[in-house]
């Protein structure tokens, strides 16, 4: 500061005038030589005014020079930048968890951008390459190259959706790395789907299949009777909608799969699940509206490892014998078929978790009192529902309640309503049971899924913080996260 003191008096001192500021201040009539002299002085600070600009300039870029210079090394010093290489591609490859087909897969491009060794390291990484995600018609033939070379050999995890039109080459060089894929999402019509004719035999690493089949064969009678599916060692996990488009049958290796997610017409259902008796999941979706069959189409079908379950209509249980299941997702109807199922599936069955999209609270009793073993239940309300009477029956009173042995209860509100008051009722009233001795199994867990705007008041919110103080695990939800989670009761 000294410094800049003395500079600024040396500044002021080149300035020579012989008046002083109480003249210059005071108005006074100037001499012809004194208005002389005053010109001389503008002269003189204006020059010099000209000069302190230029210096100030200077100054300003090397202050900048100096800044850049300052910030370049502080980056250049901190911890990111010591990382080693084994753990930047730990963090590089955390950013790609295997996505839904509707995200385009562009992370590892963005990545590359962070900084040049940053982007050296992502580029000797090949597992960071190998999402390919082709979506319509846009995809580029050179951006597929590229991250086949930079994948190398690594195994490929491959969506492609388009059913017509497009660039069908595209298709075929994937088809030409099928001994790489390990996960194939494909969306295709009849004609794109006869481009995978040759990935027969040649598919000995992938272990996910998902397949669609847009459109329905219009074309003469097809000689290619190929199913490039059919053979594939490691094929474990196949989830795909109805194939009635295609000019034949598709044949899997069924009798390999532990989990099979479907969509399809009852008929089909029960001849693929007699051909899976490995199955450990399955998400059974049937194509027909309003299916309830006469009977059973067939013996019951007797899986053994099955230990999770949605089926779209109840009426199909009618057709299972599961001694594993443990957990359930079911759309409500009349419980006689899941009751009948655990009858069958003898006193092996202990199921632990029911999850449910309801309508009629005394269907939910009657099952709870049949599964006594259910730890865990899950109900998504609908708008038509009143969940009054449920969450009646659910509050412990003098004669008990449902489900004495539930300690999570989850809710999920599809566009329907809780009624706050009965709800906290309930939670409070199974959270205050006595630890041994009580009525029911105390409380462990509560969830709350809330899609839409549905908020809850300040004073449920409170009540239930306070609860979570007590040591009851509280959970709520909202918007996309809530509709993730109810997706995840789907298997």
Avoid at 80 to 106: G, V, W
Avoid at 162 to 181: E, I, M, N, Y
Wanted: proline content about 7%.
């Amino acid at each position: 500061m000294a410094q800049m003191s003395g500079l600024s008096n040396d500044i002021a001192d080149s300035i020579r005038s012989p008046f002083s500021k109480k003249f210059l201040e005071g108005g006074n009539r100037l001499s012809e030589h004194e208005m002389r002299i005053a010109a001389k002085v503008v002269d003189e600070g204006e020059r010099l005014l000209l000069n302190l600009d230029a210096a100030m300039d200077k100054l300003a870029q090397q202050r900048e020079a100096v800044r850049e210079q300052v910030l370049q090394h502080k980056n250049a010093i901190r911890a990111f930048r010591r990382l080693p290489p084994e753990i930047i591609s730990k963090i590089l490859l955390s950013a790609l968890p295997f996505r839904d087909p509707d995200d385009t897969a562009d992370t590892p491009w963005y990545l590359g951008h962070i900084c040049q060794y940053w982007r050296e390291v992502a580029l000797g990484i090949p597992n960071l390459w190998t999402d390919i995600v082709i979506m319509g018609n846009n995809y580029s033939m050179q951006k597929l190259e590229t991250l086949l070379a930079r994948s190398l050999n690594a195994p490929l995890k491959v969506v492609f959706w388009f059913s017509r039109g497009g660039d069908a080459r595209l298709l075929q060089k994937l088809v030409d790395c099928a001994p790489r894929w390990s996960f194939a999402s494909l969306f295709v019509s009849p004609a794109i789907f006869v481009y995978l004719t040759s990935v027969r035999g040649r598919i000995p690493k992938l272990t996910h299949l998902r397949i669609n089949v847009v459109d329905y064969w219009t074309g003469a009678a097809s000689a290619d009777q190929s199913n490039p599916f059919e053979i594939a060692p490691a094929l474990r996990d196949v989830a795909f909608e109805d194939l009635s488009g295609l000019a034949h049958p598709l044949v899997l290796p069924f009798g390999q799969l532990t989990r099979l997610k479907a969509v399809a017409s009852a008929p089909a259902h029960v001849a693929n699940l007699q051909r899976t008796p490995n199955l450990e999941v399955a998400s059974i979706d049937i194509s027909e509206e309003d299916y309830a069959p006469p009977g059973f189409l067939g013996s019951p079908i007797y899986l053994p490892s099955l230990r999770r379950l949605y089926v779209s209509s109840l009426s199909f249980l009618d057709q299972l014998v599961l001694p594993a299941l443990e957990d359930l997702y079911i759309v409500d109807g009349p419980p006689e078929p899941l009751l009948a199922l655990c009858a069958r599936s003898g006193p092996s069955l202990r199921l632990q978790t029911l999850r449910i999209m309801w309508r009629t609270p005394a269907h939910i009793a009657t099952i709870l009192a049949a599964c006594p073993t259910t730890q865990t239940l899950a109900v998504q309300i609908m708008e038509s529902n009143d969940s009054v009477a449920l969450l009646t029956g659910l509050t412990v009173g003098p004669r008990g309640c449902i489900g004495p042995n539930v300690s999570a209860i989850a809710f999920a509100l599809d566009g329907g309503m809780l009624q706050q008051r009965h709800f906290l009722k309930m939670v409070e009233s199974r959270w205050r049971v006595p630890v041994q001795g009580g009525a029911c199994v105390r409380l462990r867990a509560i969830e709350l899924l809330i899609p839409h705007d549905a908020p809850l008041s300040t004073s449920t919110v409170q009540r239930l913080e306070r609860l979570r103080s007590e040591g009851l695990e509280v959970s709520i939800l909202y918007n996309q996260e809530a509709t993730e989670k109810m997706l995840d009761w789907r298997p």
